[in-house]
Every structure is written in structure tokens, then in C-alpha cells.
């Protein structure tokens, strides 16, 4: 795993051994709900107006993570959430309330407690 990002947990939480060279895009994790009904979307873009999208509908921020890696990191961790996690939707038609955008990324979207998906972030970042 690259070591060029900066992660922020709930908005303004920075990890300690996270540091900085020339981030330029961003990976993030969304929920919705919380406990087990929780839906969380992992996602990369170079636009921070892509999650705060998400945000209108109802989810919130469990962790953004910006590094010129972005989509390395968004493989990886969508890689690790689908080992486990069930997918959250059978179609894009069922994402779009919580997606919006005719539920564009619905197939990155897991039945996963935010809590959890945080560790499993944690592990990818830490090379686990």
C-alpha cells in the first residue's frame, strides 16, 4: 500500500500515522444507519462534491482518505468489505434513494456496521 495519504475519520479525526506527499484524490467510505441494517458505500473521486452528495441523502462521512492512490485504495478496501459483507442492493434502481444519481455505485455498497468497515480501512491502510 502507497504511504502518500492523509485520512480523516468522522470529518476532523486524523489518524496519527497518516502523513501527506501531494494527495490529489480522495477514497471515502459512507453510512447510512447504523448496527447491522447499516449501508456503507466505498467510493473514489477527484471532486469532494461526489461524497458530500451522499451526505443530502442521508449518509454520513465514516472516513475520507486523500491520496493520489485513491482507486488502489478503494480496489483494496472494496476487495476486503466483499469477503465478508453482503452487497447492501440487488439494482440500481433500489440505490437510488440513498445513492441518487439513478443509483450510480450501487455495486459498492455493503451490509456492514460503519464501525466495522473503519477497522477493515484501518487493516488496508496498515498493509493487513
Known sequence: ???????YAN??????????????????????????DAIVKVGSTC???????????GGRVVLIIRSSHEVQIETELDESLGKFAA?????????????????????ECYRVQPDIALQVAKEVLSGG
Not at 471532486?47 to 441523502?57: E, K, Q, S, V
Open 11 to 36: 470529518d476532523d479525526d486524523l489518524w496519527p500515522y497518516a502523513k501527506s506527499i501531494r494527495p490529489d484524490g480522495y477514497t471515502y467510505l459512507i453510512a447510512w444507519g447504523s448496527g447491522v
Open 87 to 107: 452487497p447492501a442492493f440487488e439494482s440500481k434502481q433500489q440505490a437510488e434513494p440513498y445513492l441518487g444519481s439513478r443509483g450510480a455505485g450501487w455495486m
Open 1 to 7: 500500500m502507497p504511504r502518500d495519504y492523509v485520512v
Open 47 to 57: 471532486a469532494p462534491r461526489r461524497w458530500r452528495g451522499y451526505l443530502t441523502h
